[in-house]
């Protein structure tokens, strides 16, 4: 990120307040910002947010990511003074976000009644375990939770093995992105009512509603998807391939591209045999289908595979970790990835901003506050007129 990067992304001038720790309000906080919204953190005095100390290695650069774009102020939310300073704090703001226990902001006198009866027009992004209603409400829940009670767990891995999960905490993004996705919806509302409104995003339901057919699935057939690895059942061929260097995906499951790859593999024949000629006959002969295909790849090289998916339009792709990313020109020419300019480790690769909009871009402008409370001075006293002496005093109470 060469130089300062102007703001001129669709939610320039909306504030955002964000109060939750970890992973899912943290990351909807991110999205929001990188759209262009003057996102202020809110971390405990001290150690902050624990996502300060996730990630591998011996530098822990989550943060980098998932804080960038934001600004960090300090307060205690466990006192009536610090409660009542990011309650002033939201009287400004057009959104927050968080993501406590069900009833842990009613408790300190934040919830919804109390902070709309200030600011009408406040948008409220609550994300939770369970949601805000119902048996299991009050109950913890973390990501990996509502991967389980969504569905998702069950049907990833090997199916001689118990369940596993992916290498990254999809339950708290994916609630993270319906919760900025809520934020985007209840906006538009807002422009026309001039009215605020609370969104409910439960982690197990985030995780639900991509899941597909699983229920309906159950309902009308009686069928229970079960683990099946690296495959879908029923979708053929689609799978990754062993080459004589390593592994190769291959998507052809529909008719036309199969017979695109059957010509690619010198079996054109295999387009007409009834056991692999219609979607329907290639899942029923699956697992026969993939050792065929493998049979072939096994031959060649990752490049002699992916040149032939290539020139016969075969939706195809190599099997990438960081450094092929980081290397791939496909990447580099879209700026996919970018290099920030951190505080605490100088430059520093990350992803780049999602979804691309034409007129009004989504960017990353400022790095992650490298320090807990490091915009106190310039929040609390240029947005609400607290002088030095004030500010002074709360921190050396631990307030701030």
Request: glycine share 12%.
């Amino acid at each position: 990120m060469a130089g300062a990067v102007a703001n001129e992304g669709a939610l320039k001038g909306i504030r955002v307040v964000e109060l939750g720790q970890l992973l899912a309000g943290p990351f909807c906080g991110q999205l929001l910002g990188d759209m262009g919204a003057d996102v202020i953190k809110v971390e405990p005095p001290g150690a902050g947010d624990p996502m300060r100390d996730w990630g591998l290695g011996d530098d822990k650069v989550n943060w980098e990511v998932i804080a960038r774009n934001k600004k960090s102020v300090s307060a205690n939310l466990r006192v009536a003074e610090g409660q009542e300073l990011v309650r002033r704090l939201l009287a400004t703001a057009d959104v927050m976000v968080e993501n406590f226990k069900p009833g842990t902001l009613e408790k300190w006198g934040l919830g919804p009644d109390a902070l709309h009866a200030i600011n009408p027009g406040l948008i409220i992004a609550r994300m939770s375990g369970y949601g805000q209603t119902g048996p299991y409400s009050d109950r913890a829940g973390f990501g990996g939770i509502g991967e389980a009670m969504g569905g998702w767990r069950y049907i990833v891995g090997e199916p001689d093995r118990p369940p596993s999960r992916m290498g990254i905490s999809i339950g708290d993004t994916l609630t993270a992105t319906y919760g900025c996705m809520g934020v985007l919806a209840a906006l538009h509302s807002r422009s026309s009512t001039g009215k605020g409104q609370v969104i409910d995003t439960a982690l197990y339901e985030a995780v639900l509603q991509v899941m597909e057919s699983v229920i309906p699935e159950y309902d009308h057939s009686g069928i229970i998807r079960e683990r099946s690895g690296s495959f879908l059942p029923g979708i053929a061929p689609s799978n990754v391939y062993k080459c004589s260097d390593g592994d190769f995906m291959i998507g052809a499951n529909k008719d036309a591209i199969f017979a695109r790859l059957a010509e690619a593999m010198g079996r054109p024949e295999l387009a007409t045999d009834p056991r692999y000629a219609t979607h329907v006959a290639r899942g029923t002969n699956q697992l026969e289908l993939d050792a065929l295909i493998n049979e072939w790849t096994k031959t060649l090289t990752i490049e002699e595979v992916d040149a032939l998916m290539i020139k016969h339009s075969i939706p195809a792709g190599k099997v990438y970790r960081a450094p092929e990313m980081l290397a791939d020109p496909h990447f580099q020419a879209r700026e996919a990835i970018i290099e920030v300019e951190t505080e605490r480790f100088g430059k520093l690769k990350m992803q780049n901003v999602v979804p691309r909009l034409s007129a009004t871009p989504s960017s990353v402008r400022t790095p992650a506050p490298s320090i807990v409370g490091q915009h106190n001075a310039e929040i609390y006293g240029g947005l609400l007129g607290l002088g030095e002496t004030q500010l002074a005093d709360l921190a050396a109470r631990g307030i701030i």
